[in-house]
Structures are given as structure tokens and as C-alpha cells.
């Protein structure tokens, strides 16, 4: 079926117009060569998330750099002014700047880079080399695990902020920033992140949960894809921060069908990402949610992806509270074993 035509699907995110609402998330199996990207495109990508380049990756270069340059100086005068192989200390960074700038030349869709990290530091000055590159915009990976008991949440979250806050400094790019449901009041930090300089945010990131062997006695990875089930924590938080916060909203986690599309359009998302469903599926997968989603708009009387955004938000809602307490309520009421 070929309806592509018949209903708008057009909308922004960061400030870049989309031909539809489906991105691609990043993940290192989808976008790891520009043939990749190519054929994501081809499918109907309306825009790219490259994998992420990763803090430990960057400070263990600037780490290398050093030490090369520094090794031996007391002993050789040479050293001091001698500078190791560029291309064997920053392979990682360099591979991925040439990607960006493949990825600008071979594709007519956004390409959006990716940075993960934790913690404030010079790392964040990558940035700089990313928009040089290229790149339409970045997206920062805030991924960390705080297990320091002497570490306050107010300590964490402007440990966020500072993050957000360097990266900006750095770079006029439109900035989104990719966060984990585990604050203690998350509109608040949404808040504090559009005033640091973000211009969106993606929710939400996931946790990989790591897994015991019971009988090698080890610890060992655990990768399990997003499921439908993953697709309510992110639905109830764009519900609830559309229209109160200048920042856009996209959803990551849990989108397999074009009616989950419809559902996070409705509650406030500008567009959304896709990761799971392609490495389950493929990339053609894109084609049949953009079909899903044209016939279920045509069939609901909607001309155009806007009439949708954000009509089920928690401020147009005939009942608001059913994003917050009287849900619990009423699911607990509902229960029939």
C-alpha cells in the first residue's frame, strides 16, 4: 500500500523539519557504516541518531595523547617536542567525525551525533569537533548509575546541569538531552535543563540490567530490547510536560506499531525513536509503521500529523488526573484476576 500522499506527516524537532515522526535511535548495530544510514533512509528515516562516542573513549585518548607526548622526556629532549600517531591515539573520535561528515555528504535527512556521559569534563569539548564535522544537531546521552552514599540528589542533578550546561558553551547546535526516569521530580529537571541550553529532550533512557550466572558464578550482560510495555513511562511523562516546558519532546523505548506512534503523538512527542523494532525487524520496518501510521490517521479523519500532537496531553485531556494519583486508583479498582 502506497498512501504516502494522502495525510501531512511533516513535523520539527530541535528546529528541523521532518518528513515524518519516525527517527532512528542510536544504537551501534543501525549506524555503524554510511551503506547503514543509506538504507535506513531509503526505508523512510526521517532522521539519524549515530551511535554514541562515549566520555571513557575520549578521556582514555586525551589520557594517550599525554602520556606518549610526556614519555621518555627526561631522558630525550627529542620528547619533548615529538607527537605520536594521530590516527592510532584518536582512531575512536576520528572514525566517528568522518562518519558524521559521510552521513552529511550521502544523506538528505538530518544526521543527529550522539555523545554518553556521566560526568562534567573535557570531554564535553567533542562537541566542538561534532558540529565542525557536521552534524544537524546532538543529542547527549546522560547515563550514569549513582551508587555514592555521600552523593545528594541535588548534588546529581546539578552534576546534570553542569553537563548540559558545558556542552552548550561549547557548540551552537540544537541540543537535546537524552535522560533516565529516575529523578525526584523530573519536570523540575526538565526545567533546569531548557535554562542550561537544551532544546530537547528524549525519554527515556534505559537501564541494561546486568544478569548472574548461577553456575559459571559471574556477572555478565544482559541485553533485552524494549517492548510494549516500555512505551507507558515515557507516554505519561510527555503527557505531563507538553505545553509546560519550551522544550521538545520525543519518546525512545517500546515503538513496534504505528499506534504506538499515534499514542505518543497524542500525549505531546514531536516525533519518535525507533531501535528495537528495526534490529527485530529491520530496516523496512519503517515503512510498514509509516503505513500503519497513514491509514490509522485517514481512517480517523486527521489531514496532518499537527491536528494529533499533544490532544491528549495532561493540559487538553477531558481528565488531567489520570496522568497522576487517580490513576493508580482506578487501575488498582479495574483489576479483575
Not at 50 to 74: M, R
Not at 108 to 131: C, D, H, K, M, Y
Not at 144 to 155: G, K, Q, V
Not at 188 to 195: D, E, K, N, P, S
Amino acid at each position: 500500500m502506497n498512501v504516502g500522499t494522502a495525510v501531512d506527516l511533516s513535523t520539527t524537532y530541535l528546529g528541523l523539519p521532518l518528513r515524518t515522526p519516525l527517527v532512528v535511535g542510536a544504537a551501534w548495530p543501525l549506524s555503524e557504516h554510511l551503506e547503514q544510514l543509506q538504507e535506513l533512509e531509503r526505508q523512510g528515516a526521517a532522521a539519524i541518531v549515530l551511535h554514541s562516542l562515549f566520555e571513557e573513549q575520549i578521556e582514555q585518548e586525551q589520557l594517550d595523547l599525554h602520556w606518549h607526548a610526556s614519555h621518555g622526556a627526561e631522558s630525550y629532549g627529542e620528547a619533548l617536542s615529538y607527537l605520536p600517531d594521530t590516527a592510532v591515539l584518536h582512531e575512536g573520535q576520528d572514525l566517528y567525525l568522518r562518519l558524521i561528515e559521510q552521513a552529511r555528504r550521502g544523506l538528505q535527512i538530518p544526521v543527529i551525533a550522539s555523545l554518553n556521559g556521566s560526568q562534567p569534563g573535557r570531554w564535553v569539548e567533542t562537541a566542538r569537533r561534532i558540529e565542525a564535522a557536521g552534524a544537524h544537531a546532538l543529542e547527549l546521552n546522560i547515563y550514569d548509575l549513582p551508587t555514592d552514599p555521600e552523593l545528594s540528589s541535588a548534588a546529581i542533578e546539578n552534576q546534570v546541569e553542569e553537563i548540559v550546561r558545558e556542552v552548550r558553551a561549547e557548540v551552537r547546535l540544537p541540543l537535546a538531552v537524552k535522560l533516565s526516569p529516575f529523578f525526584t521530580n523530573l519536570r523540575a529537571m526538565a526545567r533546569r535543563l531548557g535554562q542550561a541550553g537544551a532544546d530537547g529532550l528524549v525519554l527515556f533512557n534505559r537501564f541494561y540490567q546486568p544478569d548472574i550466572d548461577i553456575e559459571e558464578l559471574e556477572v555478565r550482560p544482559n541485553l533485552l530490547l524494549s517492548g510494549p510495555h516500555d512505551l507507558r513511562l515515557p507516554l505519561r511523562w510527555i503527557a505531563l510536560l507538553h505545553g509546560r516546558e519550551p522544550v521538545d519532546l520525543i519518546a525512545s523505548g517500546g515503538v513496534a506499531r504505528g499506534t504506538d506512534v499515534v499514542r505518543l503523538l497524542m500525549a505531546g512527542a514531536c516525533a519518535t525513536q525507533l531501535v528495537a523494532a528495526l534490529l527485530r525487524h529491520g530496516p523496512e520496518r519503517l515503512r510498514g509503521i509509516e503505513e500503519e501510521l497513514i491509514t490509522w490517521l485517514l481512517e480517523h479523519d486527521y489531514g496532518s500529523l499537527q491536528e494529533l500532537i499533544g490532544c491528549m496531553s495532561q493540559q487538553r485531556c477531558a481528565e488531567p488526573g489520570e496522568y497522576e494519583r487517580a490513576q493508580y486508583m482506578r487501575v488498582l479498582q479495574s483489576y479483575r484476576p
